[in-house]
């Protein structure tokens, strides 16, 4: 009977030690990254003085956060290819209101004097 228990225990373990071996061959780290890059058009923005960068920017009426979240060479925007109202106020300031267009894959930087 304890022959018998030993083998039952040991081909247990080996079943569980085997069935541990296929689940970790299923849960490998990837080697590759992949990446598609955004064809979506991006505005950017460069200021005339450094306290302009806390101006509220607005994009067909909605609030996108600071125009220094934005600063040209270091972050964008992403925007759907159209037209769009930019608008860009500062303490209740109107800086920028301007319609434009972007299509794809545009890169376009707006100066806030």
């Not at 920017?57 to 925007?77: M, Y």
């Not at 159209?82 to 800086?95: A, F, K, N, P, R």
Request: aromatic share 6%.
């Amino acid at each position: 009977m304890t022959m018998r228990m030993g083998r039952s225990v040991a081909l247990g373990l080996g079943l569980l030690a085997g069935a541990a071996g296929l689940m970790t061959g299923c849960v490998q780290m990837p080697t590759e990254k992949h990446a598609v890059a955004s064809l979506k058009p991006q505005i950017s923005f460069q200021f005339a003085a450094e306290h302009l960068a806390a101006a509220r920017v607005r994009i067909d009426g909605l609030p996108v956060g600071s125009a220094g979240q934005f600063r040209q060479g270091e972050a964008a925007l992403q925007i759907e290819p159209g037209t769009h109202l930019l608008q860009v106020d500062l303490g209740g300031q109107m800086l920028l209101n301007e319609k434009f267009y972007v299509g794809s894959s545009v890169l376009k930087t707006f100066d806030i004097r």
